[in-house]
């Protein structure tokens, strides 16, 4: 999911151009996404518990975005919704914790072109595009919106997904500096150094702020083989921007009000 | 790939089983999984698109460890099982009939989930590996490390404590199975209940989960 790295920071950037809006009629919208991880909430630490974001908003507030292809060759492309409310559930044994984030840290978005959708976390120094949660792969769908770069005639906007009822599933990604290993492999093919490259970087430096302290969530479950015929050890590189982590999660849109005491 | 658990590990496998059978626990086995990757849920004339959830109460006493086709694996055959599935804000709850489905786990061949008497034990919902490397998932993971043990480097240094002998909480994911004939069907009280099948999208994701009640 390089190119939803890029496209990220061109949204943080503020160089997103937005291609097309609804012209559907307005309908509230709840999107989701949950997994099983270790957190941070204020003094308190989970370890293998369930968080569950939400994020109940309006379609009417869903905007196209399309990077064009940027430098590395990549382009990001889909749906996107920055205004709404966002709150989030943990469960950790017996015990079921709900805390609200504070407004314009977290945003939805469903990158077609590299098949990630979830929510993503602005923070001080750029957006992070697989953090706080990111489902990457499995059953979300993929479109490159036509292949052509914005701007340029033929260009087709991503379907919009994100206007309808749906459930995906793919590997759960709570990993700042997504997707690291390809950091490591541009620093090491070019013979820079790596050190500090190829892993997910440390949360507890982004911290998001809810009404019951502060959130951190950790990407504990990794794969890191050895990587050219054992030049490199295991251990050291995420063995990519999918199979890299072993967590799974899904995510989901459900059209209409939230129920009462629903996510 | 389909290497035997070493002794060791059978052995307290098998210790862990004993003591666990002398204090059963109320337990509930729950695989998650959605219908984009697995096709709509049909039960009776209706279908079900959204969020799968198919669950299975039990006792961890029913727990036991069995020797299929020369792999042993732990299964759990007696309990309760129900299928919800969630999707566009709303929910339904089926009801399985008794003694139709059963919990396992085969940690050498990376094969997770609910099995059935109509259906084998891919059906209606499993987990199971291609190719058994650990980016599919935990159970990839610990089906690998099964048969390359030196590949646990690879992984987090506590990746074996997500082995499962059906006995306690537990956290697994994986890629899901899916059939390439049409599924039998499995009766719930609210109709015949098929999920999937050979049109099925497939590369859905799920995750299993065990909790003590």
């Keep these: ?263 | 790939m389909k290497k035997l658990l070493s002794s060791v590990a059978l052995a307290c496998g098998l210790l862990g089983l004993t003591a666990a059978a002398q204090a059963g626990k109320s337990i509930t086995y729950t695989m998650y999984a959605d219908t984009t990757a697995m096709g709509p849920v049909m039960i009776g004339a209706n279908s079900y698109s959204g969020q799968i959830a198919l669950s299975f109460e039990s006792d961890t006493h029913f727990a036991h460890l069995a020797k299929e086709n020369g792999v042993y694996v732990y299964r759990n055959d007696t309990g309760t099982a129900s299928i919800t599935i969630s999707g566009g804000g709303t929910t339904v709850t089926a009801h399985i009939r008794p003694g139709q489905v059963y919990v396992r786990y085969d940690q050498v061949n990376g094969d997770l989930g609910f099995g059935s008497t109509a259906g084998g034990i891919y059906y209606p919902l499993t987990i199971s590996c291609n190719q058994c490397y650990g980016y599919d998932g935990i159970t990839s993971a610990l089906a690998d490390i099964a048969a390359y043990p030196a590949d646990e480097s690879a992984y987090p240094g506590n990746i074996m404590s997500y082995a499962t002998e059906l006995q306690g909480p537990a956290y697994l994911t994986g890629v899901l199975a899916v059939s390439a004939t049409t599924p039998p069907a499995i009766n719930t009280d609210l109709g015949p209940m098929i999920i999937g099948g050979p049109n099925a999208p497939g590369n859905g994701k799920a995750i299993f989960m065990a909790r003590i009640n």
Excluded at chain 1, 9 to 16: I, K
Excluded at chain 1, 185 to 199: I, V, W
């Design chain 1, 1 to 263: 999911m390089s190119a939803f790295t890029a496209s990220c920071r061109n949204l943080a950037a503020g160089t997103l151009a937005l291609v097309c809006s609804l012209t559907a009629s307005a309908t509230p919208v709840t999107y989701s996404a949950w997994t099983v991880a270790d957190i941070t909430l204020g003094a308190n630490h989970y370890k293998h518990a369930e968080i569950h974001f939400s994020l109940t908003g309006d379609t009417n507030d869903l905007s196209a975005f399309d990077t064009g292809v940027v430098p590395d060759g990549q382009e990001g492309c889909g749906w996107q919704i920055q205004k709404g409310i966002v709150s989030v559930r943990i469960v950790a044994g017996t015990k079921t914790i709900t805390a609200h984030l504070r407004p314009g840290q977290v945003s939805v978005a469903h990158d077609s072109c590299n098949l990630g959708a979830g929510f993503v976390g602005y923070f001080p120094d750029g957006l992070q595009p697989g953090y706080p949660l990111v489902i990457d792969g499995g059953s979300v769908p993929y479109s490159n919106g036509g292949g052509v770069a914005l701007g340029q005639p033929g260009f087709q906007a991503a379907p919009n997904y994100l206007g309808s009822n749906l459930t995906w599933s793919g590997h759960a990604w709570s990993c700042i500096n997504f997707p690291p290993e390809q950091l490591w492999y541009d620093a090491y093919t070019t013979g820079a150094s790596t050190a500090g490259l190829g892993k997910c970087g440390d949360p507890s430096a982004y911290p998001l702020h809810t009404d019951k302290g502060d959130l951190i969530v950790y990407q504990n479950l990794y794969y890191m083989p050895s990587e050219f015929n054992g030049a490199v050890p295991a251990g050291e590189v995420l063995y990519d921007d999918y199979g890299g982590s072993l967590n799974d999660g899904f995510f989901a849109a459900a059209l209409g009000a939230p129920a009462a005491g629903g996510e």
